[in-house]
């Protein structure tokens, strides 16, 4: 049954081991009744922590995921985004590791995807915890947006793999769409 849930690239892409961890998550979360779920690992060589979140699928989930992690002050490295057959995100959300020591880490990813949690069920606002920005700051962030699009418009746009998670929290998603579909 849970391989019926996944598309080729899925089982392309993610190594057995973490989709072994990927079928525990959903299979929990289904048990409990719990339409969002998350894990967290950590690996101290890489200096990399992923969050895994499985959640129903929706337009601004990844905008929401991302947004929790800016406001927890995690820095994205990089993100696998699936959807299951049956409507179903997963989601593994990769950050910058913080702390040295192992058990401090875990802690930090619980915070954040405690957070993550709480803006997809709606129990708080991203924009109360972003803090304002000063107008020098939002006038820099306008310009890069205003950047980013103007390159999502250009055959041939002058993008990085690894800046996806800041077009889609820049709200560039219809762009990002409109360009993969051209």
């Keep these: 049954a849970y391989a019926a849930r996944h598309y080729d690239a899925y089982w392309l892409t993610v190594e057995t081991e973490r989709q072994l961890v990927h079928e525990k998550l959903m299979a929990s979360a289904a048990t409990a009744q719990q ?3 998350t894990t967290v690992h950590t690996d101290g060589f890489t200096a990399i922590t992923s969050l895994t979140i499985t959640a129903p699928d929706h337009p601004r989930l990844l905008a929401l995921i991302t947004g929790a992690c800016a406001a927890a002050g995690a820095n994205i490295a990089g993100a696998q985004i699936f959807t299951t057959a049956d409507g179903m995100a ?6 910058q590791r ?3 020591d192992h058990d401090d880490e875990i ?4 915070r954040v995807a405690d957070l993550i949690g709480r803006a997809l069920r709606g129990e708080l606002r991203l924009r109360e915890l972003v803090p304002l920005l000063d107008k020098t700051k939002r006038q820099a962030l306008g310009a890069i ?3 980013l699009r103007s390159e999502l418009a250009r055959p041939q746009p002058e993008l990085r793999d690894e800046w996806f998670p800041y077009l889609l929290a820049f709200g560039l998603q219809r762009e990002v769409d409109r360009w993969f579909r051209g």
Excluded at 90 to 95: G, N, P, R, V, Y
Excluded at 107 to 110: D, N, S
């Design 107 to 110: 802690r930090r990813a619980g």
């Design 98 to 100: 913080e702390f040295q």
């Design 35 to 37: 339409p969002i779920a």
């Design 90 to 95: 997963l989601d593994t959300i990769l950050i």
């Design 145 to 147: 947006r205003r950047w």
